[in-house]
T-cell receptor
Framework: DQQVKQNSPSLSVQEGRISILNCDYT??????FLWYKKYPAEGPTFLIS?????DKNEDGRFTVFLNKSAKHLSLHIVPSQPGDSAVYFC?????????FGGGTRLMVKP | EAGVAQSPRYKIIEKRQSVAFWCNPI?????LYWYQQILGQGPKLLIQ????????DSQLPKDRFSAERLKGVDSTLKIQPAKLEDSAVYLC?????????????FGPGTRLTVT
């Protein structure tokens, strides 16, 4: 049973445009939702989070939106830069346990 | 501040052999996590330590996997005997008390190939 799903395995975007990465979840007990970024041969690094009681959190070029009724969250990157090319994981936090989605590979073309 | 260290970075073994991975968390981080990331999937938590005690090992296949953190600092994860399906990247992460549990810092991982 996949509690967190990222249905798009890859996304290609032109530099300067908006990147939108999507994530769906089934576990209503998640307290927080997070996005992690992973470069090849490195561990994931924390990017941005949102509390389950919020619907939006913004940090510079990154904004996460949460739609609890649809059990859906999205990460917007504006403007996208070539250095943003990486694999992005969304994750839900239930207590102390993080459950990750399968990841979306973002490619930002110059 | 030094990050989470893991070794080895790569390991190739034959099925039914044993293997061990080592992790040194960030200094002062009391919580340590081991994750398994199979190709094309997200990391899956295997075990979580708070100092030298186990907080959660519900997803650890205990018939072949074991982990310890004897002095509350370094940790080792062992697989004995290995199966083909254990081929994955094994990630270690740590976090500090007083911070949000999702503020986990990951090491670079150990890529295990079982042939």
């Amino acid at each position: 049973d996949q509690q967190v799903k990222q249905n798009s395995p890859s996304l290609s975007v032109q530099e300067g445009r908006i990147s939108i990465l999507n994530c769906d979840y089934t576990n209503s007990m998640f307290d927080y939702f997070l996005w992690y970024k992973k470069y090849p041969a490195e561990g994931p690094t924390f990017l941005i989070s949102i509390s389950s009681i919020k619907d939006k959190n913004e940090d510079g070029r990154f904004t996460v939106f949460l739609n609890k009724s649809a059990k859906h969250l999205s990460l917007h990157i504006v403007p996208s830069q070539p250095g943003d090319s990486a694999v992005y994981f969304c994750a839900g936090l239930d207590g102390n346990m993080l459950t990750f989605g399968g990841g979306t590979r973002l490619m930002v073309k110059p | 501040e030094a990050g989470v260290a893991q070794s080895p970075r790569y390991k190739i073994i034959e099925k039914r052999q044993s293997v061990a991975f080592w992790c040194n968390p960030i200094s002062g981080h009391a919580t340590l996590y081991w994750y398994q990331q199979i190709l094309g999937q997200g990391p899956k938590l295997l075990i979580q330590f708070q100092n030298n005690g186990v907080v959660d090992d519900s997803q650890l296949p205990k018939d072949r996997f074991s982990a310890e953190r004897l002095k509350g600092v370094d940790s080792t994860l062992k697989i004995q005997p290995a199966k083909l399906e254990d081929s994955a990247v094994y990630l270690c992460a740590s976090s500090s008390p007083g911070t949000e549990p999702y503020e986990q810092y990951f090491g670079p991982g150990t890529r295990l190939t079982v042939t």
